[in-house]
């Protein structure tokens, strides 16, 4: 939902263990994975045991050129592009977070939030320990460099064991890169190889497929691997108890990633076709809300023998804008990003397809920017079900305040948004299309139901919801 408000993507993180082009294809490897962080993009390279980073706040092509590339030899990388879910939006939160240790130095990219990092990095403050960054990351290298375990594999360990919440991670270091993922698996992280057999990490494979690489399967929930030259070797560091986040698939993921072993664009056809089972309607034509509910609307238009078209342009080239004409252009938030096709919506009965309602607002303005085209009715139908609770685990979210399924049933949401009718896709059929039963799989934006425990702070922003609206 970026571009449209709402909610926004995550982190990315790369790695990549023996290759003469270890920075060239860190860069392109972020590239892939833009999608996933806009804020900041980083790389970190070891060349005979000195590390090297470079990082800078931008787009992985602004950051990134020939002559800081060359400024980062060795043939073992990491990379990291970030948008912040804990710790603000500056140059020192950007990652990799590089750090000198008794074992060497370090080098971490991270994708996901440290539910208990506060209580930790509190504690580790109080016994003398400095930090760098505001951002949760940073935590888990300074638990890493005080463990006294006799390994640098067994202090990943060791540190991993004591912080809770989501992290797909990537540590650089003088044995290689460890790759590692929490016990609950909640973020995706893939494992690849080159052609010439260099081992490769990435959060999503159509890093992959930008540089070559095949994907051979996922890091484990609860399993650090670790990737030289030589190969990959594994360890558990913890029991799993694979709950990953369905959000990956309805909105977040590339379409031609497959992530947590899945087809992203196959789960998302699977959605929409459930959709068209759940919430038939009489209509003329299935216009997807681009880009992510695109693959939603082909499923549903194929399910109910609606024909498909593309009834709003989005403009893949928008930047900041440092004017906004206020009520001299109607919904000028939104056409500058989106704007209909006419010939297409025209006098026509439009079902339109979304991934999901955020605010609200949005959604709105979508439908009256279609009604002033000319549609004649618009039918809202949402690839997934009402979104009533924030993410805790790396995605950043409106506060549950904002969520207006929280507050609004379905009726008073249509009203809202001034559709026809509206129609959200049950749990039951997502889980069906994401094909994991509820207990296996993170639904807590859907539910509320977190797998991993949140700090008692945020469990009464959600009580006082709640409170709010029984009463």
Do not use: W
């Not at 990351?137 to 300074?142: A, K």
């Not at 973020?187 to 057999?197: D, F, K, T, V």
């Not at 030259?229 to 986040?245: K, L, M, Q």
């Not at 238009?301 to 024909?307: F, K, L, Q, T, V």
């Amino acid at each position: 939902m970026d571009p449209r408000g709402g909610f926004r993507d995550e982190c990315g993180v790369f790695g990549v263990a023996g290759s003469d082009d270890a920075a060239n294809l860190s860069y392109l490897g972020l590239y892939a994975l833009q999608h996933r962080g806009q804020e900041s993009a980083g790389i970190a390279t070891l060349d005979a045991g000195v590390l090297h980073v470079e990082r800078e706040m931008g787009y992985v092509a602004d950051v990134f050129d020939e002559a800081r590339l060359s400024r980062l030899p060795g043939r073992i990388a990491i990379g990291h592009v970030r948008y912040s879910t804990a710790g603000a939006s500056l140059l020192i939160n950007a990652q990799p977070i590089v750090f000198a240790t008794g074992r060497g130095p370090l080098a971490l990219a991270h994708n996901g939030n440290l539910v208990n990092a506060r209580e930790i990095r509190s504690q580790l403050e109080k016994d003398g320990a400095l930090f760098t960054t505001t951002s949760d990351s940073e935590v888990i290298l300074h638990l890493v460099a005080r463990s006294r375990a006799a390994t640098l594999p067994e202090a990943i360990a060791d540190a991993l064991t004591e912080v809770r919440g989501a992290y797909s991670l990537v540590i650089l270091s003088r044995d290689g890169i460890f790759a590692a993922r929490d016990a609950n698996g909640i973020r995706p992280l893939s494992l690849g190889r080159m052609p010439g057999g260099s081992p490769v990490v990435a959060s999503e494979t159509c890093a992959f497929d930008l540089i070559g690489a095949t994907y051979e399967r996922d890091i484990e929930p609860g399993e650090i691997a670790r990737l030289t030259e030589a190969g990959v070797e594994s360890r558990r560091f913890a029991f799993p108890h694979a709950t990953p986040c369905v959000f990956e698939h309805i909105y977040f993921a590339r379409p031609d990633s497959m992530v947590f072993g899945k087809s992203v664009a196959g789960t998302r056809e699977a959605l929409g076709a459930r959709l068209a089972r759940e919430h038939p309607v009489p209509a003329d034509v299935v216009v997807p809300v681009p880009d992510s509910g695109m693959y939603a609307a082909l499923g549903y238009a194929r399910e109910s023998g609606i024909p498909f078209a593309l009834g709003l342009t989005r403009n893949h080239y928008v930047g900041r804008t440092f004017i906004e004409p206020k009520q001299s252009i109607r919904h000028f938030g939104v056409k500058i990003k989106l704007n209909p096709v006419k010939d297409v919506v025209a006098g026509k009965r439009v079902i339109l397809v979304d991934d999901s309602i955020v605010r609200g607002t949005t959604s709105r303005k979508i439908v009256r920017m279609l009604r002033d085209a000319g549609a004649r009715e618009l039918h809202l139908r949402i690839s997934s079900p009402p979104t009533r609770h924030s993410c805790h685990y790396g995605i950043d979210t409106p506060t549950r305040q904002e969520l207006i399924a929280a507050t609004h049933d379905v009726e008073a949401i249509r009203k809202f948004v001034e559709a026809d009718s509206l129609g959200y896709l049950s749990p039951e059929g997502m889980l069906e299309a994401f094909g994991r039963p509820q207990q296996a799989a993170c639904t807590a934006c859907f539910t509320g139901i977190y797998p991993v425990e949140v700090e008692a702070a945020e469990r009464e922003k959600e009580n006082a919801v709640d409170a709010s609206r029984a009463s």
